[in-house]
């Protein structure tokens, strides 16, 4: 595989920070100042980032941007992504954060970039820089005569401009690209086969590993016996060290095959948690739970409130289960080590690469492959098991996780339990919130995400504990927003069934919150929720959600019959601010609401002392195209406003909605997921 | 064993006992198709044999040879995209793509045998993949307009 290259022959370079924000977050600092674009002597303009491309479009989404500020075709802009040597520091792509924050500093740099071509250009041609402006790659006198192209007005400069303060991009009545559906500039390489991703990367003399894995989680080594796997041909070496095994091949079915042929012995831990009792483990091995709100007094607002309701709900274990399977290539040049992956994070992989085997992190580059889905996970382990065998053989090694490890080594969604009391007037008004929820795995800050209440309450407790996990917790779309979402619409369903109300007039009259409630009514009004038709088998349901600055509301149709629910229609109302390529934000939407009804009616981990049962797609089900629901976006946002998250925040109400309409169609209230197999 | 893949021959010495898709990526560095799943539940290992869609990754390299493989590589007239390979960039009827690859061969091969299908026909001609990006509507529509177009040939 060909590494990325910087251009040559720059004639213009713009340096910014990496991010940048209208509304600066302490917790993502804006970084170091980089260079962000350069343009060179030819004309070619490239874009650096250290976000990655897996799926969600993002190439294409800046190339937009950029093209749109500088007035040049958008197959004109190259982006280079997820290169640790060639990019600006970044922290990951997560969070649904590349438009909001690195976007917009792309904007502010090609704003800057048109900036410095005009003014090259007013001294040129000896005219006031008011004069000009840009259109078709060329800089043009604004009475219409004949203009000069930049490479042109670039040849022989060699120019470094800080993007200003003030800089100015452009405003929405005069984009050309931007805010229209697009094309993406990556479509025929993806559908030609073309595009590499991690697993398909090869670099020459490069060998295969494969890696011994022990029955279950917290298993140790006892005893092995590797010399039937030493034998097998086209075997390079098996390398030990510990309970790290892996065999090294000329050929992958050679080390899958050696694998297969080693003797081990395990000593298990045999952990007693299983999909059967997880849901009480979840709150017997929590820590103690941290209160993210304690608002006014609950004590007194539930003894006053006409009705009190209290539910317990659970959400399973999930698996991310993206298309690719985890893989990377390592090689190592004498002490630099340069590896190819499918992670996110290509700094945070470079430095614990650097971290385990005591390096600089200048001795180690990362480079991100095309990624064949993540939705949060893919780790560096799989980095860091290809480095391990690569040092040990010293040649360039690649590991290919099958679909069984992916299964059970990937990282999967923490399973959650929640407690939720809440209290209610006599007008149907929340006076009363309480909500603990216990989340496995022992980064609690996943499941803080998406746990507040959007409604209007004054007396509020929000808790958020970290449980022990007997499985790999990690990240997946949303973190806990997902399954902090379900649990609160789900008991908001509870209540106004409880009080004989609609469950969208009862959202409405504890909301005060504008955008949600644009985003209600725009998908209620839509989906025809005034008018929906009460038949047998059929149900609706509705949900709310926020998630990484975008609000949205789903209303959705069901059929359930015969032990089975298939969701019909789904209308969701969405609001991420501007929204850069319509199309791309439709398809992230259309993704999750896919993905989410997975979890809604079908998808669990099942686990029993350590181990992974369901470890393949016969055994866990996931949607297909036989499962796929009408579904129609109303974007309700306002192109002024700074565009926010849109990958993740239509996964948030979705499985609420879902469970909201079963519950319709048959009279059973559903307090844990998956639906199907408690029908 | 000889293997006739796009159109071109190959000779190739490999153990009987691998599977197509090992040999195509491996030794005819072909790696637009697909490891997904090794057991032929997700379909991104798609290949057209004598003009079957085939689940490479439990099809045994010998009992490919001597047949005609087709895969994405060769799906193409030279520049010019199949008509399921535009109808996919005209809807983007994918995110990450890594399944794309299996799916447009499947429904290369369904508008092969079938120019005009329902939708019926084109949701059980590509159950047996799986899009996780959850890309399934684009899908639809893009095999859809591709047999509007009068589809494959």
Redesign the interface.
């Known amino acids: 595989m060909s590494e990325q290259q910087s251009p040559a022959d720059v004639a213009l370079t713009i340096i910014g920070t990496p991010r940048w924000s209208l509304e600066p977050d302490p917790r993502t600092p804006p970084g170091d100042p980089a260079t962000l674009l350069t343009i060179d002597g030819d004309g070619v303009i490239t874009a650096f980032s250290g976000k990655v491309e897996?799926?969600?479009?993002i190439r294409n989404g800046f190339a937009m941007e950029i093209a749109d500020e500088l007035d040049v075709a958008v197959d004109s802009v190259r982006i280079i992504l997820g290169d640790t040597d060639l990019v600006p520091q970044d922290r990951g792509t997560t969070g649904s954060a590349s438009t909001r924050t690195v976007g917009i500093q792309l904007r502010r740099a090609a704003a800057t970039a048109r900036l410095t071509l005009i003014d090259l250009a007013a001294t040129r041609l000896e005219v006031g820089a008011d004069s000009l402006k840009t259109q078709d790659g060329q800089v043009v006198s604004k009475n219409g005569s004949d203009g000069v192209e930049y490479a042109d007005l670039l040849s022989g400069q060699s120019l470094s401009v800080d993007i200003p303060d003030a800089v100015e991009v452009k405003a929405v009545e005069d984009f050309q690209l931007m805010g229209r559906p697009a094309?993406?500039i990556d479509?025929?390489s993806?559908?030609?086969?073309?595009?590499?991703?991690a697993?398909?990367v090869?670099v020459p003399g490069m060998l295969y590993g494969k890696i011994l894995r022990p029955p279950s989680y917290g298993a140790k080594l006892a005893q092995i016996d590797t010399a039937r796997a030493e034998r097998v041909s086209g075997v390079v070496s098996v390398v030990q060290d510990g309970d790290f095994v892996g065999v090294v091949a000329e050929?992958?079915?050679a080390a899958e095959y050696a694998v297969e042929a080693i003797r081990a012995r395990w000593e298990e831990s045999r952990d007693t948690a299983s999909d059967w009792n997880i849901p009480a483990l979840l709150k017997e091995r929590a820590e103690e739970p941290t209160a993210l709100r304690d608002d006014g007094d609950l004590d007194s607002a539930f003894a006053s409130a006409e009705r009190v309701f209290e539910n317990t709900y659970y959400v399973p274990y999930v698996s991310n289960?993206?298309?690719?399977?985890s893989a990377s290539v390592a090689r190592w040049d004498g002490d630099h080590l340069t590896v190819w992956c499918a992670n996110r994070g290509p700094f945070a992989e470079r430095d614990s690469l650097a971290e385990m085997f005591g390096l600089e992190t200048s001795q180690v580059r990362v480079i991100a492959a095309?990624?064949?889905?993540s939705?949060g996970t893919k780790t560096p382990t799989v980095s860091h098991e290809a480095a391990r065998l690569a040092k040990a053989v010293d040649a360039p090694v690649r590991v290919?996780y099958?679909?069984a490890e992916e299964f059970g080594w990937s990282t999967v969604r923490p399973a959650a339990t929640f407690e939720v009391k809440s209290g209610v007037d006599a007008a149907g008004k929340i006076v009363a919130w309480d909500y603990t929820a216990f989340h496995a795995g022992e980064n609690a800050f996943r499941g803080q995400r998406g746990a507040d209440t959007p409604y209007d309450v004054d007396n509020v407790r929000i808790a958020v504990a970290a449980s022990e996990s007997p499985l790999q917790s990690g990240s997946y779309r949303s973190l806990g927003g997902a399954t902090n979402h379900f649990a609160r619409e789900v008991h908001m369903d509870e209540i106004a069934i409880g009080l004989g109300l609609d469950p969208l007039e009862f959202r409405l009259s504890n909301l005060s919150h504008a955008r949600l409630t644009a985003c209600l009514v725009a998908a209620a009004e839509t989906f025809g929720w005034a008018s929906r038709e009460k038949r047998p088998g059929v149900g609706y349901g509705l949900a709310i959600g926020y998630d990484a600055g975008s609000f949205t509301a789903q209303c959705v149709e069901v059929a359930v019959e015969n032990q089975e629910a298939r969701v019909v229609r789904v209308v969701v109302g969405f609001d991420c601010g501007l929204v850069v390529n319509p199309?791309?934000a439709r398809?992230?939407i259309?993704?999750?609401?896919?993905?989410g009804m997975g979890t809604a009616l079908w998808e669990a981990v099942e686990f029993d002392g350590g181990r992974v049962l369901n470890a393949?797609?016969?055994r866990y089900r996931?949607?297909?195209?036989?499962?796929?629901p009408?579904?129609e976006v109303v974007f309700t946002g306002d192109d002024d406003v700074p565009s926010s998250g849109a990958g993740e925040p239509g996964i948030v109400p979705i499985a609420a909605a879902i469970a909201n309409a079963v519950r319709d169609a048959t009279g059973t209230a559903i307090e844990e997921l998956p639906i199907v197999p408690r029908l | 064993m000889h293997l006739k893949v796009n159109d071109e021959s190959h000779e190739v010495t490999v153990d009987a006992e691998r599977t197509l898709l090992s040999v195509l990526r491996h030794e005819l560095g072909l790696t637009g198709t697909k490891y997904g799943c090794g057991e032929g539940n997700c379909g991104a290992c798609t290949v057209l044999i004598d003009g079957e869609a085939t689940r490479s990754c439990i099809t045994p390299v010998t009992s490919a040879s001597g047949r005609d493989i087709k895969t994405i590589e060769g799906l193409a007239n030279g520049d010019e995209l199949h008509p399921v390979q535009e109808a996919f960039v005209e809807h983007t009827a994918f995110q990450c793509a890594y399944c794309t690859s299996g799916f447009i061969m499947s429904s290369a091969a369904l508008l092969d045998r079938n120019p005009n299908p329902s939708d019926e026909q084109i949701q059980s001609a590509l159950s047996g993949h799986i899009c996780r990006c959850g890309a399934y509507v684009r899908i639809l529509n893009a095999v859809r307009s591709a047999s509007c177009n009068g589809g494959a040939k």
Do not use: C, H, L, W
């Open positions: 897996y799926g969600q479009g094309r993406r479509a025929v993806r559908v030609t086969g073309a595009a590499k991703y697993q398909d090869v050929r992958e079915d289960a993206q298309m690719e399977p095309e990624i064949g889905g939705f290919s099958d679909r199309d791309g398809n992230q259309e993704g999750s609401i896919v993905m393949g797609f016969a996931v949607p297909r195209i036989t499962d796929t009408e579904i």
